[in-house]
């Protein structure tokens, strides 16, 4: 059957997009088959791919909404490459990650940049260590850092 591609969802999860739709794993058969359910919430829409996740062996139901465009699937393949550059390379400036990601892309509005900054933001302050919010728990943060430096 057709060919569907692997990306990750916000919660970096693998997605299949088929046919301009979003599907999200739900279950593996006993036969070790993979159902692959339609993200929308009221849509019960699903596909059934192989084990080894090449290809479509049978598509369930009708979707109850529109198709994705283009620029949405690619909007969000963005982001998510946005998201994992931010917390790979810690040193590197937003800007300069966002220009990477989106040298080649043609349709980003100013909203889509603006969006993609404010995902690197929340993304590295889910990793970062959270930092001191006065000058006496700053000290007390490198003096137990010292102490567990000396034990070592």
Request: hydrophobic share 30%; net charge positive.
């Amino acid at each position: 059957m057709s060919q569907f591609k692997f990306v990750n969802s916000n919660r970096e999860k693998a997605v299949i997009i088929f046919q301009n739709y979003f599907y999200t794993e739900r279950k593996t058969l006993k036969s070790c088959e993979i159902i692959f359910m339609c993200q929308k919430k009221n849509c019960y829409a699903s596909i059934k791919i192989d084990e080894h996740r090449r290809t479509v062996l049978e598509i369930r139901g009708e979707h109850t909404h529109i198709k994705l465009t283009d620029s949405e699937i690619e909007n969000h393949e963005i982001k998510n490459t946005i998201k994992r550059k931010a917390t790979e390379e810690i040193s590197m400036r937003p800007n300069k990650i966002i220009r990477k990601v989106i040298s080649d892309t043609d349709h980003v509005t100013v909203n889509d940049i603006s969006n993609y900054r404010q995902n690197i933001y929340g993304k590295r302050r889910e990793v970062l260590p959270v930092l001191p919010k006065s000058y006496d728990e700053a000290i007390s943060q490198l003096m137990s850092s010292q102490e567990t430096l000396v034990k070592l």
